[in-house]
Every structure is written in C-alpha cells, then in structure tokens.
C-alpha cells in the first residue's frame, strides 16, 4: 500500500510517527474522508475547504495548499488503482518535545500530513433496509463542527448504541436532536424535510450540504431547525447521512418503527438523486 505522507509517496512501512506527536499525544489534529467514484474524488473542493476550515479553527497551519493536496491525493490514487473507494486523510499539529499543553506558536513546529486510500463499495443493502437506533445524550464536546480527530465522545455513544442491540445512536441535547454518532440526521414530516442547522453542535457535512441541493432540484421543502424529541412521531421518515454511506434510513427507533418501518418515499427519492449526481462526477 502507497500512502501520501507530508509531501511525497511512500510505502505504508516507511511511514513514522513520532511518539511526540501532537496528533498521538492529545488528539489535536484534524481529518477528512472523501469517496471515491469512477476513480475521481466527489465533493474533493468542499471536503478540502472544510479541512481549511477546521485548521483555522484550531489555529493549525496545514503544510501546503489545498490545490498541492488535491493534486497530490489524485496521485494517489491513481497509483492504487482505486475505482470505487473513499480516501482517509488527516493532519496533525506535529512534534514538539518536550511534551507541553500549550499551542507552539505558529510556525515553529511544522504540521504532520498522512492520507492513504481504500477500496469502498456503495452500501446497497444498508441503504435499503436501514438501521435500527436509539436515542443517547449528546455528551460530546462543544466545538462538533470541527472535524476533530478526537472522537472519544462518537464511539461511546455508539459503543452504547451496539451493546443494547442497535445499530446507530441518535444524539440529543437539551430535548433535541443533534446528530447521529457520525452522520449528520434528517426526519420527513409530510413531505418537509428537516435538519438541524450548522452552527457548534453538528458537523457541517458534505453530503448534507450536497442533499440540500437536492432538496432544492427536488423541489422538496425543508427546515433547518433543531428538532424536539418529544417531536418523534410526528415524522413519517428517519435518515442519516454521511459520505461514506450516503443516505441510509433509520426504520427504527427504540424498537418502534418509524413511519412503515421501511425505507421511505422520500429517502428513496434522495438516494436516487444521489447516485445521479456521483455518476456526474
């Protein structure tokens, strides 16, 4: 396996990482995931603006421009020979020894950069029957618009989600929804489709920004507003999106089903439109 690390490609084996690294030492450091299809990456201008994005917010410098990765990124995989797969990139604030809390001052240490690149098939079973889930308390930290690589607070909510039986958790705050554990959640209501707006409690997502879009073309109306629990079963439909697994119903939710408890008119429509739309890639 080939694996873009800082500036060149290498072998996997010849990559190092420095038991000093920041990225290792406390988490701080950034990532994004982009799927592939038909050998090209979707959404590369977006996923790489929002890795700019987190870097700001994080007061991390990255090692080079987004225009250099990108180039670099379809390098990889075309050596790899991918068709069909997502790539997995991250960047972390780099080495500084010895260890210390406090944020080096900016261009001191240089950023550590590793991406590396995997086969990923379309989800087709999944995105026809769908997940069953539960509700969990959000207990993440206050700046979930930053694509973190600190996701402690994602997996337990999971963790706990799979330990009781379900597939998915649906996070809450303060008597409303939030997110799933890494995928950002929609509910149908008569048509209208609902989200909860980007701001610190969720992930701007890529594929929510593209099924915006969509909602759009589709001339389906939609709401982004935080939804009340105690809202549940007003809506006909469940949904999670992601860019890995696009869009996959929730049929559902704490052993009660959601609408008919099967893959919904309006999710359907969705993920044809999404599939459309990767074939113009």
Known sequence: MKVLWNEEIVDRQEVQIDIEDRGYQYGDGIYEVIRIYQGK??????????????????????????????????SLIDIEGITDGEVYLQVTRGVLSPRNHVFPPQGTIKSVLTANV???????????????????????????????????????????????????????????????????????????????????????????????????????PVKEEAVAIDRLAEFDECFITNSVWEIVPIVGIDGHPVGTGQLGAVTAKLQQAYIEATKKN
């Open 41 to 74: 990456m979707f959404m590369a201008e977006e996923h790489l603006q929002r890795l700019e994005n987190s870097a700001a917010k994080i007061k991390m410098t990255l090692p080079y421009e987004t225009t250099i990765l990108k180039d670099r990124l379809r």
């Open 118 to 220: 995997i086969p990923f098939h379309r989800p087709v079973d999944m995105q026809r029957n769908g997940l069953q889930a539960t509700l969990i308390p959000d207990q993440r930290w206050l700046h979930c618009d930053i694509k973190s690589l600190s996701l402690l607070g994602n997996l337990l909510s999971l963790e706990e989600a799979r330990s009781n039986g379900y597939d998915e958790a649906l996070l809450h705050r303060e008597g409303f929804f939030t997110e799933a554990s890494a995928s950002n959640l929609w509910f149908v209501s008569k048509g209208t489709v609902y989200t909860h707006p980007d701001g610190n409690l969720v992930l701007p997502g890529i594929t929510k920004m593209k099924v915006l879009s969509l909602c759009q073309e589709l001339k389906l």
